[in-house]
């Protein structure tokens, strides 16, 4: 049975101007179902949907906005109300790489609203419409940042960790009832926001960066199989090293040391 079929001919994705997005989008246009893409960038966005309706011969309809903003999370769920959406992609994140005290509060603001409660609003939204209907799928971006306390990354794990769970709880609740919820957990992908953060060689503990569209692909081999998975055979290898074998203590300073050294930290700014 294709995703079509078993979903429903249309899909969201939020956060799908480039990436992980832009991969969960040309993957959903592979199969032939129609598209709403959101993102904040309008140009990057539209030409995104423009080649995917040329390519695929699928319907797509952009809509450019900041979910950052309540007022347009808002608008958004009016302006899809009539919508039938079989299947819900939310990749968008406000990520800020640095001691937490340095960063603005307005972009901390920002990265709970994009992170935590925009998913949150669309979950409740989309879901609810799902139920009525018995079928439906959600997939929410998490992160191997979210699997443990993460240094210099903290609201951004702390909201990978949110969306992890929520899914997780989810796919227990709703699995009986025809909606298929999963959180997709990635490592290092080779995105044009990993790229431009310009991360130092990795060591041991950061596995090989993955493509999107690999991530994208063993996403939809496992939805309605698992409530949560770690992308890439190296990220679960090491997740299991982190997480199984060491103590929490030494995982936490694994990671705050491997971003440190990765983007050229000094400790002295987190005073």
């Not at 490592?187 to 993955?210: C, D, E, I, Q």
């Not at 998975?229 to 936490?252: E, Q, W």
Request: proline share 4%; glycine share 10%; aromatic share 8%.
């Amino acid at each position: 049975m294709t995703l079509k079929e078993k979903y429903g001919g249309k899909a969201l994705v939020a956060g799908a101007s480039e990436g992980i997005g832009a991969a969960f989008a040309e993957y959903l246009a592979s199969e032939g179902m129609d598209l709403i893409l959101i993102a904040r960038r309008e140009g990057p966005l539209n030409r995104s949907g423009d080649d995917l309706e040329k390519r695929y011969g699928v319907n797509v309809k952009c809509i450019p906005c900041d979910l950052a903003e309540e007022d347009t999370q808002q608008a958004l769920e009016k302006e899809l109300a009539g919508m039938e959406i079989g299947i819900m992609v939310y990749n968008a994140a406000v990520s800020y790489i640095g001691p937490f005290m340095q960063d603005t509060p307005d972009n901390q603001t920002r990265a709970v609203q994009v992170n935590i409660a925009a998913p949150l609003r669309l979950v409740r939204h989309f879901g609810e419409k799902m139920l009525e209907r018995r079928r439906g799928a959600i997939i929410l971006m998490t992160s191997m940042a979210g699997l443990q306390g993460s240094g210099f990354l903290s609201l951004y794990a702390a909201g990978k960790a949110f969306s992890r769970v929520l899914a997780e709880s989810l796919w227990y609740e709703w699995k009986s009832q025809g909606v298929d919820v999963i959180g997709c957990c990635a490592g290092a992908t080779s995105t044009p926001g990993y790229t431009n953060s310009r991360p130092a060689k990795k060591n041991l503990f950061a596995p090989a960066v993955l493509r999107p569209d690999q991530l994208a692909a063993e996403c939809f081999k496992r939805l309605g199989k698992q409530p949560s998975f770690i992308t890439g055979r190296a990220n679960r290898i090491a997740s299991c090293f982190m997480h199984r074998i060491i103590p929490l203590k030494t995982a936490v300073n694994i990671m705050g040391d491997n971003i440190r050294k990765m983007y050229g930290i000094d400790d002295r700014m987190s005073r």
